[in-house]
């Protein structure tokens, strides 16, 4: 723990991952953690498989004793109790060292918020960390703790993920409880960690119904299928750059290797981004942003402002795209048992930046729309994860997701595994040793 923290005290001023580190508490756990398996040993472990293992929360989870800013300026409360994903953790046995840096309310897929510098990439600190959990996926690979806890609401798990060189996961939707819930229907919360066997363990962890969200646990688990001899469909989404495709291409032999047939396809399905961007404008037009607030995003503002232009036909119809897409797809993966692809087409941008030049503008709402293979599936609701296969000529990590079907979750993990293993590889920042952490 002491590692850990002064890993932290040497690291994020440079980084901006964290917005509180709970110092005290994390040592007095950490403390009780070493009684416990000094007198029990191995058995520690039976009911407390996370014992002793640090955690970071993003600062969208309500977490009790440590204040929930959501990334604003706006008042915040400081909860009196932890989310359900948060207090199983906890049981657990893990220690939660602090809260993550977000963008303000999870608006946008970088971290740039108004009470924290931005987080920083740690392969180049000039570059964006993605976001919104950016703070928990920087956290993550620079060593300031074992894994973390994000929200994915259009891709916020497995952007910041694939930019920084770790595992994120995004479960099907309502496999692990979100308190309180998003009246989206998007919000997924999921785990960033180095290795797929550790993002799994979360999973399990976290996963279960709570009645505090009704979603949750509404999605029957697929039991896992053998991942040998799989169908894969291979999409590369338009203006995936060429240092993208290179390293996430040198993963194809790996699929062949490991028994799978992959076939080239097209995007199956029309750009659902428009009914992505009502959908998300909609529901945070009745958030906390009042238009004449100072203390509000002017970009978040932007994207409220939108949202109450709209009419209920509008939203309507945004509504019937994604059913439309949910039939699209289920019918897609009638005939693959996987979809593989860049998590991201593209390498981090600036730090300082909401998104790339052309789609920085709010007003013009493009400002998720340089991720098109990670949206969708948050539509859809399937399970879908982010795992490093590489670094560009410039250094920076890139993700190939896999995507499986509804309640799919241990084939899409199963098979992340052998591809992490049969790639061998050992991302690490430089200057960051991960090493007992």
Known sequence: MLDVLGAIRATDPSLGAYVEVAQARALREAEAADRLLAALGPAAFRDRPLLGVTVSVKDLIQTEGLPTRRGSLLPNRRPAADAPSVARLRAAGAIVVGKTTTSEYGWSAST???VSSPTRNPWALGRTAGGSSGGSAAAV????????????????VRIPAAFCGVVG????????????????RLSHVGPLARTVADAAELTAVLGGADPRDP????????AAAEPAGLRIGWIEFPGTSGPVRDVTEGVLPVLAALGHRVDRIEVPFPDPYRALV???AAADAH????????????GRLAIVRYGRSLGAAAVARAEETRLALRARLASVMESHDLLAMATVPIEAFAAE????????????????????????????????????VGLTPAGLPVGLQLVGRVGADGLVLSTAELVETALGLTLTPPGITTEGR
């Open 112 to 114: 740039v918020c108004r």
């Open 169 to 184: 996961f995004k479960p099907s939707y309502g496999r692990i409880p979100y308190v309180p819930p998003c009246p989206e």
């Open 215 to 222: 979603d949750s646990g509404t999605t029957p688990l697929v």
């Open 141 to 156: 690979a620079a060593g300031l703790c074992t894994a973390s806890l994000g929200t994915d609401g259009a891709g916020s």
């Open 287 to 298: 958030g906390t942003a009042p238009e004449d607030d100072p203390g509000c995003d002017p």
């Open 278 to 280: 009502d959908i998300l």
């Open 353 to 388: 930046a909401i998104a790339p030049p052309w789609a920085a503008d709010p007003e013009d709402l493009r400002w998720l729309s340089w991720a098109p293979a990670a949206y969708p599936f948050n539509l859809t609701g399937q399970p879908a994860l982010s795992l490093p």
